[in-house]
């Protein structure tokens, strides 16, 4: 069946460095996908999305970088800071499904090193 | 303004009792969904709503597991004859319109039921 995975189950970054978090997704029909960040005890964060006619969307402190042709994504998060320790979760939503179901990964963690 | 509400945020139930898990979603989002996150996994889709209908319920494990929504707003995840394996955390989500697509919006969750069976 179709699957949403990290290469990285953690990642440990010094504080100040960027941090890059990476995704491969396995359904090529899949035309949109989001970012959350969940920290322990508390539901996922929308952190940013992207569809399928992008490859490339920033936010404040972040970029999401799509590459179609390898099926892979990946969650930059420039100058981290302590507070972005949390795991990193990406989602699909495969166009073949219904309209809105969305397939999230295992996750990874994020732990900054002062 | 206020996000998405779930309770109770614990739950600790005894095998073979039934649960009720409530989802308070965002005023206004018309879709909700529920998923199910085991200790350090992923989360598991179980069932959408927009409106007060299920387009996709095909999350749902066995038929132990119902969810409805009223007047779209408030909805309900029931756990019938509950099981060890049905302890996890219980999210709820809600977007403006359902996720995806040209006039899709993001899910925002809330902080979940954690449900142990004991």
């Known amino acids: 069946g179709e699957s949403v995975g990290l290469h990285l189950p953690t990642l440990s970054v010094q504080e100040g460095d960027n941090s890059i978090i990476n995704c491969a997704y396995s359904n090529s029909a899949s035309d949109y996908f989001i970012w959350y960040k969940q920290e322990s005890g508390k539901g996922p964060q929308f952190i940013i999305d992207i569809r399928s006619n992008m490859d490339k969307r920033q936010g404040q402190r972040v970029t999401v970088l799509l590459n179609k042709t390898v099926k892979h994504l990946s969650l930059q998060i420039a100058a981290t800071q302590p507070g972005d320790s949390a795991v990193y979760f990406c989602?699909?939503?495969?166009?073949?499904?219904?309209?809105?179901?969305?397939?999230f990964g295992s996750g990874t963690r994020l732990s900054i090193r002062p | 303004g206020a996000g998405v509400s779930q309770s109770p945020s614990n739950k600790v139930t005894e095998k073979g009792k039934d649960v009720e898990l409530r989802c308070d979603p965002i005023s206004g989002h018309t879709a909700l969904y529920w998923y199910r996150q085991s200790l350090g996994q992923g989360l598991e889709f179980l069932i959408y709503f927009q409106g007060n209908s299920a387009p996709d319920k095909s999350g749902l494990p066995s038929d132990r597991f119902s969810a409805e929504r009223t007047g779209g707003s408030v909805s309900t995840l029931t756990i019938q004859r509950t099981q060890q394996e049905d302890s996890a955390v219980y999210l709820c989500?809600?977007?403006?319109?359902?996720?995806?697509?040209?006039?899709?919006?993001?899910?925002?969750f809330g902080n979940g039921t954690r449900l142990t069976v004991t």
């Open positions: 989500a809600s977007s403006l319109v359902g996720a995806g697509g040209p006039g899709g919006s993001p899910l925002h």
């Open positions: 989602a699909e939503r495969p166009r073949y499904s219904s309209a809105s179901k969305i397939i």
